[in-house]
């Protein structure tokens, strides 16, 4: 059977740029699905930092006609996993101080609509039969409102390529005004209900639900929860309606970034058979961040947006409380000002006790998955989540809210989850402060039988979180769709 060629359409892609997991999946699923023997290339804008990086390229299209939109050239080049890359290069669209959605003030570029439609439509030309390569994608792979589009495109197109849609956050939707439609080159008939309407609006991330061949998202339980009107943002009715088409695939690490037998950001490396390493960067980690050395006192980290999402404002609500059972906090993120001067205060409040680091930094959050005993992740809702699964594999048990991505790879610690093996870290339902820390507090009970706490850290470790497993479900979903 010849080489299943898939186009990988994304926004983000570790570690060339990143603002949250999309940029980790984009940086390694291509690479599984290459180890797979699939023909993956990856399709992103060309962003400043994404050109800084791009070493050695060849110019292998130009787009110097595309209606509505400025000139645009496609480079080709390599990453470091050897998945081709083509980088869309629109100065006038991507080359501008700032992140990829938003400006150095954190607001959005309000030319988001023509950014992220020009990334669909080139998308969407590489996978149809006008793609100006030699290569043209048998299935369109998406991800998130940003290249939307492009199985529109596809579709209104009659193109006949397969799309498959993957939802890394509903919550970010891409909703513009409806009078882009024509500008977008976008057809009045597909302004409706069955269409890339939304409330009277145009909806990026609804045009892909309604007109890809596929919906994937990141967790089975997250699958799930966006066909209710809870987690799904207004989208929950055609979800609920394509049912049959949606799949949830748990997302993988990239296990070689991510190992502490290897990682280069530690201060000791160490492993499930040698975990002598592991106090070291505490240690480490209390030093950097002016908290006391203590190797005994339970240590808790944070990485994380500081956002309404991830549910710090609960975590930041029992901080003063946490200090006196006795345990110490670290935390890293950054987000809403005000959670950012919340944790900034408890930092000043408690000398030693707390302590915050408002910015992104990947080096300390290495250090924080290693050094800490205990990671915190009380999300109100996560699609799937990666911290969980870096503090597993660093022996460090997630405490987390039970909800996406999250329930579907902690196991709670119970005495039966403990004696049959399976217990990872220690999960709570109900979103109240007193539920968190209640939890925290049956964590920090069983930290202190160092016997047990050790068997449930060996359990996290032991755990397999590679890419392989998921490439092979999306493989599989490849074939279904191709097959219809
Ligand atoms: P989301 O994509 O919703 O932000 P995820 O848990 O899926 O959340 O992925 C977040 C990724 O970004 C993880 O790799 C996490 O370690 C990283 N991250 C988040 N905030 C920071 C930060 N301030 N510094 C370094 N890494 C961060």
């Known amino acids: 059977m010849p080489e299943l060629k898939v186009l990988f359409a994304t926004s983000e892609i570790a570690p ?54 400025p000139p645009a050239r496609l480079l080709m080049g390599d990453m470091e996993s050897d998945v081709p890359l083509l980088v869309l290069d629109c100065p006038e669209l991507y080359q501008r101080a700032g992140g990829p959605y938003q400006d150095t003030s954190g607001h959005d570029w309000p030319d988001n ?83 890339v309407e939304y409330y009277g609006n145009l909806s990026f991330l609804k045009a892909g639900l309604y007109y890809a061949d596929h919906i994937t998202t990141v967790s089975p339980n997250y699958a799930n929860e966006i066909q209710h009107e809870r987690l799904g943002f207004g989208m929950q009715g055609l979800l609920a309606q394509r049912r049959d088409d949606l799949t949830g695939i748990l997302n993988g690490i ?120 205990m990671f915190v992740m009380p999300s109100r809702f996560e699609p799937c989540g990666l911290n969980q699964f870096y503090s597993q594999r660093y022996g460090t048990p997630p405490i987390v809210h039970a909800t996406g991505g999250l329930a579907d790879s902690v196991i709670d610690c119970t005495p039966e989850t403990l004696k049959d093996g399976s217990a990872s870290g220690f999960v709570f339902s109900g979103m109240t402060a007193d539920n968190l820390h209640t939890t925290i507090l049956r964590a920090v009970e069983l930290y202190r039988d160092q016997k047990q706490w050790k068997a449930l850290r060996k359990n996290c470790m032991d755990k397999d979180f590679s890419w392989q497993r998921s490439a092979e479900a999306y493989l599989e979903i490849y074939r279904k769709v191709l097959e219809r």
Request: proline share 7%; glycine share 8%; hydrophobic share 45%.
């Open 16 to 69: 060339l740029i990143k603002t949250g997991g999309l940029a980790d999946v984009s940086g390694a699923l291509p690479a599984a699905l290459c180890k797979l023997g699939v023909d993956a290339r990856v399709l992103v804008p060309g962003y400043t930092p994404v050109l800084a990086q791009l070493s050695q390229h060849n110019v292998v299209a130009t787009f110097d006609s595309l209606p509505g939109f």
């Open 113 to 195: 609509a023509r950014r992220f439609a020009l990334l669909s439509r080139v998308a969407a030309i590489l996978a149809s039969g006008d793609s100006p390569l030699p290569w043209k994608a048998d299935i369109l792979h998406c991800n998130d409102w940003q290249t939307g589009l492009a199985p529109a495109y596809l579709n209104l197109w009659h193109s006949g390529t397969p799309s498959v849609m993957t939802i890394h956050n509903m919550a970010f939707q891409g909703v513009f005004p409806p009078h882009l439609l024509n500008e977008l080159h976008l057809p009045p008939s597909s302004f409706g209900i069955d269409g």
């Open 254 to 373: 990239d296990t070689d970034e991510w190992n502490p037998a290897s990682d280069g950001y530690l201060a000791k490396t160490y492993s499930a058979t040698r975990m002598a390493g592991k106090a070291a960067n505490k240690q480490a980690l209390q030093q950097r961040m002016g908290l006391s050395v203590e190797p005994d006192r339970p240590l808790l980290g944070v990485i994380s947006r500081f956002t309404y999402q991830k549910g710090l404002d609960l975590l930041l609500e029992i901080a003063p409380r946490l200090v006196e059972l006795p345990v110490q906090l670290v935390m890293l993120g950054s987000g809403e000002p005000g959670m950012q001067d919340a944790a900034r205060a408890l930092a000043a409040r408690y000398p030693g006790r707390i302590a915050a680091h408002v910015g992104f930094s990947e080096e300390l959050s290495h250090l924080i998955e290693a050094g800490a005993d």
